[in-house]
């Protein structure tokens, strides 16, 4: 396995993930962590020494400890790691100097026989695109080093002392913005001697392994959202220790058509486990009558959720712990900007707050995985393919799908809306290529004319978006006909619609939800 000294870069997490893809096994753990007495325990293969935000020129900057170079084993610096590296063998770093860069940069090389480090230039290109986000930089290779190539910030942008197998970058391999950077990473492991037979159900061994580790014979309890991360989550856990596990499912009244049928068969019929189908819309619908404005329907079904959820987890007596179906991005979202300037667009709910209150220890063994990669161990774990790739849908639910008051009739007419438009794109074949899609209720009625009458019924708008990651999204660009032919199914197949838009808002400067 290959040890990933974390010295606190905000893109450690994708120098992992980039290894995982390269069906390699690694482990991330802080600097502070890593003592000589660890490092002989952990027995890594290889090391990497991650970017951080420190300067190797303070006193007090975080190192290392000197066996990482002792040990004979292949080691790979990035930006803090390259020049903490450099600075720990005997070279030098440079503060600011002016020559910081940030974003996109290119280096050139200097050394022929760079390709067989990082595979580049072999196609004599010249010049290769990397990122780069660094103030200070090496100005002095330490003994045994060579440099192979450079950039206008960084005299020694890819150096090496191929004998001892030491390799130091100033840029950020693990990027997408740097494109060839994983070539450079499976020289590194191949190098190292990784076979590359790591995959996602090794993953999930180690993942139950350590599961079981944590619970014991502990009573652990799930808030069950229906959403691939938390359904990932319990499967996982119920398949490491079985009925200790009990989920707990609340249905608020504002899920889309069959879907409370959908996870309760699933759950509790296929998988077998031990579910509570917590069925509190009338307390929900109740409590949100009246409320139109966006943050305190919000708000109001966060606190409903933590009470119902409260309530009924105690009836499962002696939980000692919370599992949740925490991403990487959640993760890094709260550790940089909790407590930071940035605004609060909307309050997304979670249980948050929740643990304490109850006196409960979190299990979140999705903490290190992408949105994909979940997928993928949904997969592993035999979760039906239509359910893995099933968009996103927030906690707050058809709340904020419809803008203004709540109402059931309002629900009614939204959830019959909304399947019929996820219908015509499943028709069409384009429910993959789209991040999400959902119908909206607007708080208008518009007059129109069918058959021989007159109506005077309620707007609708059509979202679709492609993303990434839910941060930025495009509207996606349906053709005239499909938008055309859906408009007419709407509104011969729903009551209470006679007008139907499309959302081409982009986001920003629009979010992907309508509230
Ligand atoms: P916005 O509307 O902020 O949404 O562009 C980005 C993504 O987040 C989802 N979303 C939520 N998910 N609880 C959730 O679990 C929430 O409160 C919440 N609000 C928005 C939204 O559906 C989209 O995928």
Redesign the pocket.
């Known amino acids: 396995r290959l040890l990933i000294m974390d010295f606190g870069s905000q893109v450690t997490q994708l120098i992992a993930r980039r290894l995982r893809e390269l069906n390699v096994y690694c482990e991330i753990h802080p600097y502070q962590k890593v003592t000589p007495q660890f490092l002989s325990e952990f027995a890594p293969m290889a090391v990497i020494l991650s970017g951080g935000p420190a300067s190797v020129t303070d006193a007090n900057s975080p190192r290392p400890p000197k066996e990482v170079f002792e040990l004979g084993m292949p080691v790979l610096g990035i930006c803090y790691g390259q020049q903490v590296m450099m600075q720990m063998l005997g070279g030098q770093v440079e503060r600011h100097g002016g020559s910081a860069e940030f974003g996109r940069a290119h280096v050139t090389p200097t050394d022929q026989r760079i390709d067989l480090l990082t595979g580049w230039f072999l196609d004599g290109s010249g010049r290769e695109q990397v990122w780069m986000s660094h103030g200070d930089h090496v100005s002095a290779l330490a003994p045994g080093f060579a440099a192979y190539a450079t950039s206008p910030g960084a005299p020694f942008a890819v150096t090496a002392d191929l004998e001892r197998r030491f390799y130091a970058v100033q840029f950020h391999p693990e990027v997408h913005h740097t494109p060839n950077g994983r070539t450079l990473l499976e020289n590194f492991i191949r190098d190292a001697g990784f076979t590359g037979d790591w995959t996602m159900a090794a993953y999930r061994d180690e993942a139950i392994r350590l599961i079981r580790e944590q619970v014991g014979d502990a009573k652990v309890i799930c808030g069950l ?1 229906g ?1 691939v991360d938390s359904s990932v989550a319990a499967v996982l856990i119920h398949e490491a220790i079985g009925d200790q596990l009990t989920c707990v499912f609340v249905d608020h009244g504002l899920l889309r058509e069959g879907e409370a049928d959908e996870v309760v068969t699933m759950f509790r019929d296929h998988y077998n486990m031990p579910l509570i189908h917590a069925d509190e819309q009338e307390l929900f619908l109740g409590e949100l009558e009246g409320v139109s404005d966006p943050e305190t329907k ?1 708000k109001t079904i966060g606190r409903l959720f933590i009470d119902v959820f409260q309530k009924h987890a105690a009836a499962v007596g002696g939980a000692k712990f919370l599992a949740q179906g925490t991403l990487y991005p959640d993760v890094i979202e709260s550790v940089s900007f909790s407590g930071g300037p940035s605004v609060t ?6 249980v948050g707050g929740l643990p304490e209150k109850m006196g409960l220890k979190l299990v979140e063994p999705l903490r290190e995985l992408f949105k994909d990669e979940v997928r993928a161990l949904g997969h592993e774990l035999g979760l039906p393919a239509s359910f893995i790739g099933r968009h ?5 639910g058809l709340a ?1 799908r419809c803008p203004g008051e709540i109402t059931r009739e309002k629900l009614d007419i939204l959830r019959k809306a909304d399947a019929v438009y996820i219908d015509q794109i499943r028709k069409h074949g384009l429910y993959d290529e789209i ?2 899609a959902f119908v909206a209720i607007l708080p208008v009625r518009t007059v129109g004319v069918m058959g021989d009458g007159r109506t005077y019924d309620f707007a609708c708008a059509l979202r679709a978006v492609t993303s990434v990651d ?2 930025t ?1 495009d509207y996606y660009p349906f053709s005239h006909e499909f938008l055309g032919e859906t408009a007419t199914r709407i509104i011969n197949e729903v009551k209470g619609i006679n007008r139907v838009t499309y959302d081409i808002t982009s ?1 920003p400067p629009g ?3 309508w509230e």
């Not at 996103?392 to 707050?396: A, D, R």
């Open positions: 959202s959403g919000r667009i909307k309050s997304h709910h979670n996103p849908f927030p906690g707050p904020i991040w999400q839910g941060m999204a986001k979010t992907i939800e």
